[in-house]
């Protein structure tokens, strides 16, 4: 037995991945620092506009795929959205109470919000789960557009700013620290014993169980942790919009978060990062064509299905461990 080589002797593999941990850190710190720079080079209110609401709906995107991690899918993301920019929004008019405590009270409430849905659809597992979502995010709209205390169709105005001044700079330093701190919790979260454990579910609810792991719990807090990241920043945009209106919340805004995903790579934790930018920017620069966004963005959704389902991420990992494979001389593993 001793003498029989075993796979991992004959066909030994790489000690690193193709993207070292190290390499990683200093990618990311590099993008850090070029995004610090953009307001001087680029300091323009619309460009500087157009990138704050990228950052919003890369917190959202992730807040979302956070849930999505344990086989779960919420079409009622947005909604969640709406609860923590509508908590800000009516304790900054109607109560006058400061930015920096409707801003954490918006998350807490959504999370709240979000864990009181979770419990009794915490057995519903892909398609019935997501029509729960879809439920509830309906049960916003349809409450908000029939109260005149929330606003209704006009929306609710007179909300505090992040800044007094109305530059766009503040806002856009303000924003890029919320992401990038939303981001670390997000990845530690994920990657952490109890995203491994909510990967286990996603992958064999029954082997899950078998191990000790409670099916229930755990997805019970991936909705409370989803929730309250996109609680706050969904409290955060009602201040830096200084309103808040029901449309900005409907179903495709949820859809939207699925486009990002898909195209940069839902299986990926950098996937909202690639993809927001591209399906979010590329259609505000080219606005000649912005009436037939829908149907671009229909066409991009099918292709990458199709054709790219690991998305932009996932064909970049893949393009460079085929060249280092080849490079190294070694097998491609598929």
Not at 124 to 139: C, I, W
Not at 174 to 190: D, G, H, N, S
Not at 191 to 207: E, M, N, T, Y
Request: hydrophobic content about 50%; glycine content about 8%.
């Amino acid at each position: 037995m001793n003498n029989i080589q075993t796979s991992k002797e004959l066909l030994p593999l790489p000690e690193t991945t193709w993207w070292s941990r190290n390499n990683k850190h200093v990618f990311w710190v590099i993008l850090v620092v070029l995004l610090a720079l953009v307001p001087v080079f680029f300091n323009k209110p619309f460009h500087l506009h157009l990138l704050i609401n990228t950052f919003i709906f890369i917190v959202a995107t992730l807040s979302m795929r956070t849930i999505i991690i344990s086989n779960q899918f919420p079409l009622g993301h947005a909604a969640f959205m709406a609860v923590g920019a509508y908590t800000a929004a009516e304790l900054s008019v109607r109560l006058d109470w400061p930015m920096w405590a409707t801003i954490p009270t918006g998350a807490i409430v959504t999370c709240i919000a979000g864990t009181l849905f979770a419990i009794p659809f915490s057995r519903l597992r892909t398609l019935y789960y997501a029509m729960g979502s879809l439920f509830f995010g309906v049960l916003v709209i349809y409450i908000v557009r029939a109260s005149t205390f929330l606003g209704g169709y006009g929306g609710l105005g007179g909300v505090e700013p992040l800044f007094i001044g109305g530059k766009k700079v503040p806002d856009y330093y303000f924003f890029l620290a919320l992401t990038l701190v939303c981001a670390i919790a997000m990845y530690r979260f994920e990657f952490s014993r109890i995203g491994i454990s909510l990967k286990a579910i996603a992958q064999s609810h029954d082997v899950a169980s078998s191990v000790g792991i409670n099916e229930a719990r755990y997805r019970v807090l991936v909705v409370g942790v989803g929730c309250f990241f996109v609680g706050l920043i969904g409290a955060t945009f009602a201040h830096y919009n200084r309103m808040v209106a029901i449309n900005s919340f409907e179903l495709m805004t949820t859809l939207m978060f699925v486009i990002y995903m898909l195209v940069g790579g839902i299986g990926s934790f950098a996937g909202p990062f690639v993809g927001t930018p591209i399906m979010f920017l590329i259609p505000e620069y080219l606005r000649e064509l912005k009436e037939y966004s829908p149907f671009i963005a229909a066409f991009l959704v099918l292709l990458f299905v199709f054709f790219l389902p690991k998305g932009l991420v996932g064909l970049i990992k893949d393009t460079f461990s085929k060249y280092k494979s080849r490079r190294q001389g070694e097998i491609p593993r598929y």
